[in-house]
């Protein structure tokens, strides 16, 4: 049992180097498709979460139901968050509309 946990420490920590050291390579200009791309996976995997959540055997305890159901919850605020974050940052790169200098003047 404790050779199982220690394995997956072991990488859970590995998933965390690589992980860091994978972004922090990435330049800025690629940072919004990337976060637009990692937000659509977790949206899938919150549809996996429904599946799991649906499919619970009867006996399964209401701390265990209660558990899944707060981690659904969570990964739907973070993929509607993720998603409002990247509007907003891709709203930055619209251009502004240009205002005329005599649109208030009367003649």
Do not use: C
């Amino acid at each position: 049992m404790y050779d199982q946990l220690l394995a997956n420490m072991a990488i859970l920590v590995l998933a965390g180097f690589v992980g860091f050291a994978v972004i922090s390579k990435v330049p800025n200009t690629l940072h919004t498709p990337l976060m637009s791309g990692t937000n659509a996976i977790h949206g899938i995997v919150v549809l996996g979460a429904l599946i799991v959540l649906g499919n619970l055997p009867a006996d399964a305890g209401w701390g265990v139901r209660s558990i899944a159901f707060v981690a659904l919850i969570f990964g739907t605020l973070n993929v509607i968050g993720g998603f409002l974050v990247t509007d907003r940052m891709l709203g930055m790169f619209k251009s502004k509309p240009k205002v005329l200098e005599n649109a208030g003047a009367k003649k």
